[in-house]
């Protein structure tokens, strides 16, 4: 079964700084992709950055990146020089290549200080 | 481009009552799904559709239905209301084709209170 774990409930950033959201995740799959989502305080959710299982290099988009590491079934995000619109909750989520299914994780609730 | 719509954004119901809530996309899409998130939680995938009059049960499908006549459209309907309903749910669609990411196009959610 496919599990998507994200162990930090809240996190706390000084503005400017960086910050790794964690996430790993389980499949018995050899190919999926993973994704990272935006959720505001308004509640829309925003697609982030991709990361493909195959690809060998870790994703970016801006200030996002994905450190993937396959071997341990880690995609923490990565935010760069962190602004206080990033305040937000973040989820991580896996769907299998060729399937149907995007499964997310419990979410992290990332709060940048000015 | 609109991409997903989602109608009610916001609905209270008495326990008991039954609703739908319409979900619809105009970029041709393949997949649909419906997500429940409760308070401070992720999100849960109640059903899905990969096409036309195909649908399949996610991880929460009970006290829920839906159909898929058109390409366009998938209504989620609740029969008779209960309070563990109570929540924000999200339509979504996404692409098919192969070499897509699989990126999921979120409606703009609708909150519920059963009470």
């Known amino acids: 079964a496919q599990k998507i774990t994200q162990t930090q409930p809240g996190m706390f950033v000084q503005e400017k700084e960086a910050v790794t959201l964690d996430c790993t995740y389980d499949?018995?799959?050899?190919?999926?992709?993973l994704f990272w989502y935006k959720q505001p305080s308004s509640g829309e959710m925003i697609f982030l950055i991709y990361q493909g299982s195959y690809d060998e290099q870790n994703a970016t988009e801006g200030r996002y990146s994905l450190n993937f590491q396959k071997a341990r079934k880690s995609a923490n995000l990565v935010i760069s020089a962190s602004q206080l619109g990033d305040s937000a909750m973040y989820f991580c989520?896996?769907?299998?290549?060729?399937?149907?299914?995007?499964?997310f994780g419990a979410g992290t609730r990332l709060f940048v200080k000015a | 481009n609109a991409g997903v719509t989602q109608t009610p954004k916001f609905r209270i119901l008495k326990i008991g009552q039954s609703m739908t809530l319409q979900c619809a996309q105009d970029?041709?899409?393949?997949?649909m799904y419906w997500y429940r998130q409760d308070p401070g939680m992720g999100l849960k995938l109640i059903y899905y559709s990969v096409g036309a009059g195909i649908t399949d049960k996610g991880e929460v499908p009970n006290g829920y239905n839906v159909s898929r006549s058109t390409t366009e459209d998938f209504p989620l309907r609740l029969e008779l209301a209960a309070p563990s309903q109570t929540s924000v749910y999200f339509c979504?669609?996404?692409?098919?084709?192969?070499?897509?990411?699989?990126?999921?196009?979120f409606g703009e959610g609708s909150r519920l209170t059963v009470l």
């Open positions: 979504a669609s996404s692409y098919s084709r192969a070499g897509d990411t699989g990126e999921l196009f």
């Open positions: 989520a896996m769907r299998n290549t060729g399937g149907f299914k995007t499964i």
């Open positions: 970029m041709n899409h393949n997949y």
């Open positions: 499949t018995s799959d050899q190919s999926y992709g």
